[in-house]
Structures are given as C-alpha cells and as structure tokens.
C-alpha cells in the first residue's frame, strides 16, 4: 500500500504537495551514465568527427557529464535522519532536477547532430573507390525522437517538476525546450553556427533558471511543510523481556 502525506497541519494550514520518496541508489548509477557516456560520445566525435561542424555538441556533451557530477553531489547530501534540515531533506530531489534539466536536456540536444557526423564519418566509414554516397535523409532524425518520451516523463507526473510548478507552465517549458532543440539542430545542418550557438545558449540559461528555482522553490516547500505539519506520535515502547 502507498504511503500518503497529510495534506492539513495541526493549525489548519494547508501543507504543499512535495514529491514522493525515491530510491538514492537508482539516481546514483544515473548518475554515473549520465557521466560516461556523454564523455565517452565526445570523445569519439572528436576523433571521427569534422571538426569544422561540430557546433557546440562537444560543448553540450561536456556540460552534460560536468553537471552529472554536480547532481552527485546534490544527491549524496541527502539526509533525513538526526540533524537534518530542510536543505538535506530536499537533496535528492534537487538532484534530480540538475540530473533532468542540465545533464539530459543538453545530452538530447546533442544528440542529432552527434549522429550525423558520425554516420558521415570518413574515419569510420573509409570511402571504397568508385562507392555513391547515400543520404540517410529523414532517418537521421531517428536519435531526436529520444525527446519524446522525457516529455512523456515531465508530462506524465513522473519529473521533479511536475510537484514545482502549474500543469500550463509545464507544457510550456516542454515545448520551448522541443522546439529549441529542433532549432538547433536546423541551424547546425544548414551551417548556421552563429544562430545553433544563439539557440542552445538560450537553452542551457532556460535549463539553469529552471533548475535554481526548482531548488529554491523545494527547499522553501519543505521549510512550509515542516513548519505546519503534525507532530509524529511517538513510538510504543516495546516490553519488557521477561528475566
């Protein structure tokens, strides 16, 4: 059976809605993927890739493993034991949002044209003489669909955010980040490294305003919570054993 919250504190106050308890260990090994993989996809890019359209995606897939190390430091201050105050209390959550909004988002941005330079790689797919290059056309969109289905996340109540801001504000931040990263990608085929420079700049900001609220607005959450929220009862003394 699922474990509910009081919704009303002892003095009538309302209590605000915060996000359930989660698993510290699944959010560590996330943590380390986040890490290697993005680090590991830079690595390749730089030694198959054209330098000269990179854009900014070793920029990105950089961002992406330095922040995962940040949301391991969020996540490892988690504690609601002896001692613990607010901030401690709403770490692993805070951890969470770093993890989905500056290690993710930028991984999926950087994910189209990643794909693109390494399917047109010379170093990894050396020319045979006489062969006819062969566009993948659309199907090199396949990588961006990954989008989808972290807006699936957000939209469905299963993201940090979901319990930070209003339903309306959440379909908007999804699809401005949707339709950045489709801009992105857009500019960086076209050669237009100015303007893919400009959008996903724009978005790693949206992305660090997103992730300073939602810390901020948690941590204030928590202190209203633990302000007005009933006092635990005590446990029953066990008996005594019979000498």
């Excluded at 996000?19 to 090994?29: F, G, S, V, Y």
């Excluded at 201050?77 to 209390?89: I, L, R, T, Y």
């Excluded at 003489?129 to 989808?148: C, H, N, R």
Aim: proline letters at 7%.
């Amino acid at each position: 059976m699922s474990k509910t919250r009081p919704t009303i504190g002892d003095d009538g106050h309302p209590l605000p809605l915060l996000p359930p308890e989660r698993d510290p260990r699944l959010w560590t090994r996330l943590v380390r993927v986040m890490f290697f993989t993005p680090g590991f996809l830079a690595l390749l890019l730089i030694k198959a890739g054209e330098p000269a359209a990179f854009g900014v995606t070793i920029e990105l897939l950089m961002l992406s493993c330095a922040t995962a190390v940040i949301a391991g430091l969020f996540i490892g201050s988690q504690s609601s034991g002896a001692g613990a105050d607010p901030a401690s209390e709403v770490s692993l959550w805070s951890g969470g949002l770093v993890l989905e909004f500056l290690s993710v988002v930028p991984f999926l941005c950087a994910l189209p044209p990643l794909f693109h330079q390494l399917a047109n790689s010379t170093l990894l797919h050396p020319k045979a003489l006489g062969s006819v290059d062969l566009s993948l056309g659309v199907s090199e969109l396949i990588p961006a669909f990954a989008v989808l289905p972290f807006m699936l996340y957000q939209l469905s109540g299963f993201g940090t955010l979901h319990y930070i801001v209003s339903k309306t504000t959440n379909w908007l931040l999804n699809l401005v980040i949707l339709a950045t990263i489709i801009a992105a990608y857009i500019a960086n085929r076209t050669g237009h490294f100015s303007a893919e420079e400009v959008f996903t700049g724009f978005l790693v900001i949206l992305m660090t305003a997103t992730v300073f609220y939602g810390v901020l607005k948690l941590k204030s959450l928590q202190e209203v919570y633990e302000a007005h929220a009933p006092a635990k009862a005590p446990k029953e003394a066990k008996e005594l054993k019979a000498a």
